[in-house]
């Protein structure tokens, strides 16, 4: 069972649109590198680095590294409160940019 403060850790990474953004991307297309999400959302390292470490400390996501590469995905192991709000964010059919990749077979650039 969740607690209280689990609860509002959650809610706290989803007070932000950008958050709610990454999180609609990455269930559309999968697993990926932080430097094809810092591409394709047109966000600058520092920033989207903070963002993803506010939705992974919430339970959101999932981080494997290969090398100095950060590939960041859903979590599987996410509980009720996040898949939840996966569902809600799947549902509102936000408008996402395209995926423009720059790594090619797991290499950054």
């Not at 559309?28 to 992974?56: A, E, F, P, W």
Request: charged share 25%.
């Amino acid at each position: 069972m969740e607690n209280l403060d689990d609860f509002l850790k959650i809610t706290g990474a989803l007070n932000d649109e950008s958050r709610v953004k990454i999180l609609a991307f990455l269930q559309k297309y999968g697993t990926l590198c932080v430097c094809d999400l810092q591409n394709s959302l047109q966000m600058i390292q520092s920033r989207l680095s903070r963002h993803l470490k506010i939705l992974k400390d919430a339970g959101f996501l999932s981080v494997e590294r290969k090398g100095v590469w950060a590939y960041y995905g859903l979590n599987g192991k996410m509980n009720s409160h996040c898949k939840n709000a996966l569902k809600e964010i799947r549902d509102m059919e936000l408008s996402l940019p395209q995926l423009n990749r720059v790594s090619i077979e797991e290499k950054c650039f």
